[in-house]
């Protein structure tokens, strides 16, 4: 087979971060405040907070449920270091995986960022505004009631806070924004083909090694043959390097290949049946800031259950979720989130904000070996809007089935 490989130069914030030594995690202590509202000076607590949590599991405000939303808006501090082994030509960028309602970011004084939807990922460049070799002061003024707030609380508590964990790291100028494997699946073998993007031209180097550290394929497109495909019952995984000069990316990958009739659902090739529930990212102990503990018992508890498939209700998940998933062999549906359509989906000022969730949830997880459908909101009317997300997710990722939840009576609606 013959397959072609896609490399572009584009100019693009990095999806994920690279090499250990280029990463500082900045989960800890915080300094921490707690105000009423957006608006408001009154400061209804302070102390100290650990990061990632949830400000309601540690004795700050009150947790509400569903669509009851506080206005509750908390800011948080501390200092970080850039490591000096940090060349002056990197770029530095701050990476936030999860904050209720979003935040302002501030570095030095100084608005850096600015963003909403509180499961996505949000990349912020900071290069030109940290100090090397001094302390750089961190603020970061979490949202009380941004517009769109209601998709991230419904069917669930809401709990506020920077949930999930903030990183600084640095890449060089030219590095490795995003990238994908793809699998075509022949008989015992795997065509793949690896699509990446990179900014300032740089050359990539690429190579899959087995579990055993040997080399199988090289090059952005091979073959591997006799493949150890990747499914629920064996969830087998290579071991994907990408190279560009000054950068080494690594990442485990499973073989498979997912298609679809209009009738089945099949891997590899062959149909298989789902046997799922769904999931929340929620701890009695931790509240939204579930550990990567927690997240690989639940999987480890489904599995024991004969559960081989998790939607992942309303968000997209934790990483370390999908990480258990892939590792231990769950079939999963990820959700772009948004819902609550009756009262929101049919203004389109809403339009830009379901874009952007969904191309968000796409460039995290579209290289997840374990996300084999894609769910384009939750219970809502198909709509002009709801009808762009779903156009954009399948235009961005034609390898993967997508699909609108429905309540009953939206279905009924919308098939008549």
């Not at 921490?32 to 608006?39: D, K, V």
Request: net charge negative; with cysteine.
């Amino acid at each position: 087979m013959n397959i072609l490989f896609a490399l572009a130069a584009v100019s693009a914030l990095p999806v994920l971060p690279t090499e250990k030594e280029r990463v500082v995690s900045l989960d800890g202590t915080w300094g921490f405040s707690l105000f009423p509202s957006e608006t408001s000076a009154v400061v209804l607590a302070q102390g100290d907070i650990d990061v990632p949590s949830s400000w309601e599991m540690r004795g700050f405000g009150t947790p509400l449920y569903d669509e009851q939303i506080s206005g509750e808006v908390g800011v948080y501090g501390r200092t970080f270091t850039v490591p000096e082994t940090w060349a002056a030509g990197d770029r530095i960028y701050l990476r936030f995986d999860g904050v209720m309602f979003g935040a302002a970011v501030m570095v030095n004084g100084q608005d850096v960022g600015d963003f909403t939807s509180s499961f996505n990922a949000h990349v912020i460049d900071v290069t030109g505004l940290v100090r090397h070799g001094l302390p750089n002061e961190l603020t970061v003024r979490t949202h009380g009631h941004p517009k769109g707030a209601e998709f991230d609380c419904h069917d669930d508590w809401t709990l506020h806070g920077i949930h999930r964990s903030v990183t600084l790291f640095s890449k060089p100028a030219a590095h490795i924004a995003d990238w994908r494997l793809e699998t075509k699946v022949r008989g015992n073998d795997a065509d793949v083909r690896v699509t990446v993007r990179t900014t300032g031209g740089a050359e990539v180097a690429a190579r899959l090694l087995d579990a055993d550290g040997r080399v199988v394929g090289e090059g952005l497109s091979f073959t591997v043959k006799d493949a150890r495909l990747w499914t629920a019952e064996a969830p087998d995984l290579y071991t994907l390097e990408l190279a560009v000069p000054g950068e080494t990316l690594r990442k485990k990958v499973g073989l498979r290949e997912v298609t679809w009739t209009k009738t089945e659902l099949l891997l590899n090739g062959r149909p298989i049946r789902l046997r799922g529930v769904n999931h929340h990212d929620i701890s009695p102990v931790n509240g939204r800031a579930v550990t990567a503990a927690e997240q690989r018992r639940d999987v480890e508890l489904m599995k024991k259950a004969n559960v081989n498939f998790i939607r992942t209700s309303h968000y997209p998940p934790s990483e370390a979720l999908l990480d258990a998933c892939d590792e231990l062999g769950v079939y999963v549906m990820d959700e772009v989130p948004f819902g609550l359509g009756d009262r929101f989906l049919t203004d389109a000022s809403y339009g830009p904000i379901l874009l952007e969730r969904a191309r968000l949830t796409l460039e995290r997880d579209a290289a997840r070996t374990c996300v084999l459908i894609w769910s384009v909101g939750n219970e809502n009317p198909v709509t002009d809007i709801t009808r762009a997300a779903g156009r954009y997710v399948k235009e961005h990722d034609a390898t993967r089935p997508w699909c609108f939840p429905m309540q009953p009576s939206y279905f009924a609606k919308w098939w008549k």
